[in-house]
């Protein structure tokens, strides 16, 4: 279609091993039931995988707490399993790339094993490692970041838990470990590397104490109770108070530009993209990552087109200014993040939206990112037992409220099941059968499953209709697949005042695309009929979520329903 690369025209689709699709009835998704499921991924039209880490693990952070950076955890199979898996997705042209932590290891990991059992042993330096903490920072996840190992009489770094000790990149013995597991991937055929938490590899050498006059449990009582812009303002204003010294601290650029010539090195086809949303890791458009993602964009409580607007803005204007032009990204979710349906939902139009959301990440300009069960619809789940809940992050929130907040257990439950990445990472809801399909029904599986497979919110019943959110997603993956407009070409803002619908068109050479997406619980009349790039044209439909009569529609009186998704070609007079 162009001389973009794969990467560049791909949509992703984000899968949580833990939670895809359970072989052999251990309640613990696999790779095996990722393979099987293959073939619903081709006919869904995506055309690569992000899998969230796959490595051995002791499960403190779901898997970020790797303890071998070059074997896959039991529980999902063996390197055979992934062999077949990932030939099985190259025969069905699904690229896949990993996910890599290089922040920290887990505190299982040989190499940390080896790091705290003395001060003198060969992998003493692979760690950070003080007599006596040397400042008051904080773990972003578990409260303080000094943690005392007695085997050593010292204590060590971590930003994230304390299973989770931050490896010291100035080391070059540590690098060159973690090159390696790299080209073992890369070696065996991946496509890439989603490159986890960057920001925080590095910490400022001169230790300086935040001056933040809260903790973390303080900080996310406050950040629960903020709810004016002023306390939103404050609420970030504190966070970044308590991990400036921590975070974007100098040196990963020249990190970034070390892996980037790694990839470089096999067949100028492989990729990374950064977990942080600064343009900065671009590098010169050519020597850092390929992508990063538009967080900015997802981080709204509701999406609505001014938001869109001076995001894209924004992001395009930074993007077009380095040196060699790079390529956006867009996402709403991950498995770190509310469910799409849930977070930017009214509670009224909730389906509506959850179809506008999809059109407004296959539109934009840019790699699309989706996450595992949004194409059904998949909604956040509150827990409500302690006992159940998985991420750590949020049983240590829990624990630590009740405990020295004196924070009633019931309150303390309610909002951690809201705060728990648990909500979004529940198996995911193949069919109406118990267990939604994901285990068998003697499974008691790892998460619950949301119960609402019953309602109509799982893979089999959504295939059977074709009303639903998955053939919706399904339609429009292959209309964006046939369209370069919606794949190679510009964004123009149009209608740039409009409060109730997002309006743009996409140009290309080929084609040029007109998009609008109705935020509105109104019918809307629309003239498009000014732009030069319409003006005494006609339109010609390429997808609508709504049911139209006419295919030839005349750009002056548009008439676009409640909550439409319409997209259409503007048609060249005949030559
Ligand atoms: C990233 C991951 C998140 C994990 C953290 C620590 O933010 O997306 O799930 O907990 O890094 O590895």
């Known amino acids: 279609m162009s001389n973009l690369k794969w990467w560049q025209t791909a949509v992703f689709y984000q899968i949580y091993p833990r939670s895809f699709a359970d072989s052999n009835g251990d309640g613990i998704g696999d790779f095996k039931g990722i393979t099987e499921k293959l073939d619903y991924l081709q006919d869904l039209g995506i055309d690569a995988l992000w899998l969230s880490p796959h490595f051995p693990s002791p499960n403190w952070d779901c898997g970020y707490d790797i303890s071998d950076y070059v074997n896959v955890a039991p529980e999902y199979g063996t390197l055979d399993d992934f062999k077949t898996f990932l030939a099985e997705s190259h025969k069905r042209n699904i690229r896949v790339i990993l996910d890599l932590v290089l922040n920290h290891t887990s505190d299982e990991h040989p190499w940390f094993l080896e790091s705290k059992s003395s001060r003198d042993n060969p992998k003493a330096d692979w760690y950070v490692w003080f007599d006596t903490p040397p400042n008051n920072w904080l773990s972003c996840f578990d409260g303080d970041a000094w943690t005392y190992a007695p085997e050593r009489g010292q204590y060590y770094y971590h930003y994230f838990m304390k299973q989770q000790p931050d490896l010291n990149w100035h080391n070059p013995e540590v690098k060159k470990a973690m090159w390696d597991a790299v080209r073992f991937w890369l070696d065996l055929g991946v496509d890439g590397y989603r490159l986890d938490a960057i920001g925080t590899i590095y910490e400022d050498p001169n230790l300086t104490p935040h001056k933040s006059k809260m903790n973390l449990a303080e900080w996310r009582r406050f950040a629960e109770r903020a709810k004016t812009p002023q306390e939103k303002k404050l609420r970030d204003k504190y966070w970044t108070d308590m991990f400036q010294y921590q975070w974007g601290q100098p040196g990963v650029h020249d990190l970034m530009k070390e892996l980037r010539s790694i990839l470089d090195d096999y067949d100028g086809d492989r990729m990374l993209v950064g977990e942080d949303d600064n343009i900065a890791y671009h590098g010169n458009g050519n020597d850092e990552l390929h992508l990063v993602f538009n967080f900015p964009l997802m981080r709204a409580e509701r999406i609505t087109p001014g938001h869109i607007r001076s995001n894209q803005k924004q992001r395009l204007a930074q993007l077009e200014a380095l040196p060699t032009k790079s390529w956006p990204c867009n996402t709403l979710g991950n498995h770190d993040s509310p469910r799409i349906y849930t977070r930017y939902g009214d509670k009224q139009h909730d389906a509506a939206l959850a179809r506008v959301h999809a059109a407004l990440v296959l539109t934009l300009k840019g790699t699309a990112f989706l996450y595992n069960g949004e194409e059904i619809g998949m909604t956040d789940y509150m827990l409500t037992d302690i006992s159940q809940v998985k991420d750590t992050m949020g049983s240590w929130y829990y624990h630590t409220i009740v405990t020295e907040m004196g924070v009633h257990p019931g309150e303390a439950m309610r909002v951690t099941a809201e705060m728990t990445r648990d909500k979004n990472r529940t198996p995911m809801q193949w069919s109406n059968n118990t267990n939604g399909g994901f285990s068998p029904a003697s499974a008691a599986t790892w998460l619950p499953v949301n119960p609402n497979y019953k309602e109509g919110i799982n893979v089999k019943d959504q ?81 609508s979520s709504a049911v139209r009569s006419s295919a030839e529609l005349s750009p002056k009186n548009l008439h676009i329903g409640a909550f439409e998704v319409f997209i259409a070609e503007v048609k060249y007079p005949p030559r």
């Not at 409009?498 to 809307?524: C, G, P, W």
């Not at 629309?526 to 390429?542: A, H, Q, Y």
Request: charged letters at 30%.
């Open 463 to 543: 295939q059977h209709n074709p009303d639903s959110l998955l053939n919706y997603y399904k339609h429009l993956l292959r209309v964006r697949k046939k369209a370069p407009a919606l794949i190679e070409g510009e964004y123009v803002p149009l209608h740039t005042t409009a409060k109730d619908y997002f309006a743009f068109l996409r140009i290309s050479e080929k084609q040029t695309a007109l998009v609008v997406l109705s935020f509105s619980r109104e019918h809307l009349e629309l003239d498009f009929s000014r732009p030069k790039e319409i003006k005494g044209r006609d339109l010609s439909l390429l997808f």
